[in-house]
């Protein structure tokens, strides 16, 4: 795993003299807190030693990473203050406002205006292979105004849905519970939105459109391999 990470870090030119920079990570739970990474101290925090899913830092020649397998990382580079962030966003990351509230701390810490970021979203798992439930549907909808526009309904395609449909009848009223129809989130366009949101300017924002769950040779995901995979890491530093 060093060594993968160290070959990383090298590809990435994140190295001086071909030592690879010291590398900020955080052991993730699906929350909203943010670390703020000063000059003194990224060499005592590598390797995980924090607890939270998100990472800001305005020093130089230091790599911050989240690891993903489904969830989408959210990297933000703030030019002008010469800042960055690093933030892993799953469905309860991304409904506690974990990149817009990145965005804010940013400001707080260094400066950084809306207008002034560029934004990048990982690879995830897109609307087509994310089903979820009528409960978090209306958690999204208590949080974003938008949130209709997150939310789409699929028709089971299911050939045994098909073929014997009287299986699948219950003694609901017509338009009432019906069980061929999935709710699917768009989490890379919950994230993409809410950073337009809190004001960056949607060409500067880059959202990848690969599916972790239908690419399973390329990417790792969680859903789709039963939670037996890897993970994948998404990485930003600042050159001097």
């Avoid at 260094?110 to 439930?133: K, M, R, S």
Wanted: glycine share 8%.
């Amino acid at each position: 795993m060093e060594t993968n990470r160290r070959n990383l870090l090298l590809s990435l030119g994140a190295a001086d003299k071909r030592k690879a920079w010291p590398l900020v990570t955080v052991r993730q739970v699906h929350s909203d807190i943010i670390h703020v990474v000063h000059s003194d101290s990224p060499g005592s925090l590598t390797l995980g030693s924090l607890t939270g899913d998100g990472l800001i830092t305005d020093v130089p020649r230091i790599a911050i990473a989240v690891m993903t397998a489904d969830c989408f990382p959210v990297l933000l580079a703030d030019k002008k203050n010469k800042a960055i962030g690093a933030f892993h966003a799953g469905w309860r990351g991304t409904a506690q406002r974990i990149a817009e509230k990145g965005l804010g701390i940013m400001r707080r810490e260094f400066g950084t205006l809306p207008q002034d970021v560029f934004a990048a979203i990982g690879p995830g798992i897109q609307q087509c292979c994310y089903e979820v439930g009528e409960e978090l549907k209306s958690q999204f909808e208590s949080q974003f105004c938008y949130a209709a526009d997150l939310f789409h309904e699929v028709k089971d395609s299911d050939t045994v849905h098909q073929k014997y449909p009287l299986l699948f009848m219950n003694m609901r009223a017509p338009g009432h519970g019906d069980q061929c129809i999935r709710l699917h989130l768009d989490l890379r366009e919950a994230n993409r939105r809410q950073l337009v949101e809190a004001g960056v300017p949607q060409k500067q924002i880059s959202a990848l459109e690969q599916c972790t769950s239908c690419d399973k040779r390329q990417f790792f995901s969680y859903r789709a391999e039963r939670g037996h995979t890897g993970r994948m890491m998404a990485v930003i530093g600042i050159r001097p």
